[in-house]
């Protein structure tokens, strides 16, 4: 049996049990085990559970899962930075869950990968195969757009900037609330580090820590005190794992 610190279904930190949880094999990179549950997951990269369920849900998902514990979906650190990439052309460049949905399609057939997004070499020619089809809304007509031809070809460099400030394929991501408009990197995630769990960038902190100090009562001054770390970090790191509202 594996004892997982988890994030339950509410963001709430709490120790999960998993018996038939997969292990890592002699060998295999750290970075391919599931060991991620959907709603853990869901809580580090700050992406509503619902939506990262709807990715890894149907008979044609978007994502694919890399493990699985009965009908629970196991994540691995590759998965997820596979779904941060998909969330970040979401939140900052405004692609419809229709158009990613269609493009991984064409990535997965180009590459021979059910996961195209995780591999570093593909990412720029995955981005060169997507067509945004944009429909005619009110009295603009519908236009089609392939972001390897200019003026799309700055769309793709603009893309690869962000995942280059957020992503360090297989040793860091800098995963953040508002990353759409805010270049701080206040949490992190390491497979090396913590077991691959959300801390304080920097440090060994694990953001749930913080959390529990914070619903037991104690204000963001004492909490930095205590893990001597900056309050504005603090409370960074609160309001990315959803428990504040972004600060005025």
Sequence with gaps: MILVSAI??????????????????PGQAVQTVPTYTIPEAAAFLAISTRTLFSWYEGDDPIL???????????????????????????????????FLK????????????QHPLQRVDAVKECLKD????????????RTVT?????????????VADLFAERI??????????????????????????????LVVSGTRIPVCALLESK???AKIPEIARDYDLDPD????????????????
């Design 130 to 141: 997507l067509i945004y089809d944009k429909p005619a809304r009110g009295g603009k007509p």
């Design 8 to 25: 339950n279904y509410f963001g709430e930190c709490e120790d999960s049990m998993l018996t038939k949880k997969p292990t890592r094999k």
């Design 146 to 158: 392939s972001l390897g031809q200019s003026p799309g070809q700055q769309v793709v460099k603009e």
């Design 215 to 217: 619903r037991s009562g």
């Design 64 to 98: 694919k899962a890399s493990g699985s514990y009965g009908p629970i979906h196991l994540l691995s650190y590759r998965d997820l930075e596979e779904a941060y990439r998909v969330y970040l052309l979401r939140e900052k460049f405004g692609f419809s869950l229709q």
């Design 102 to 113: 269609k493009s991984m399609l064409n990535a997965r057939t180009m590459f021979r990968s």
């Design 168 to 197: 360090d394929p297989e040793n860091f991501i800098f995963p953040w609330r508002f990353a759409a408009t805010d270049h701080s990197r206040p949490v992190s995630m390491n497979p090396n580090i913590m077991s691959g769990r």
């Design 233 to 248: 970090t603090v409370e960074k790191a609160l309001i990315h794992i959803g428990l504040r509202k972004k600060a005025a």
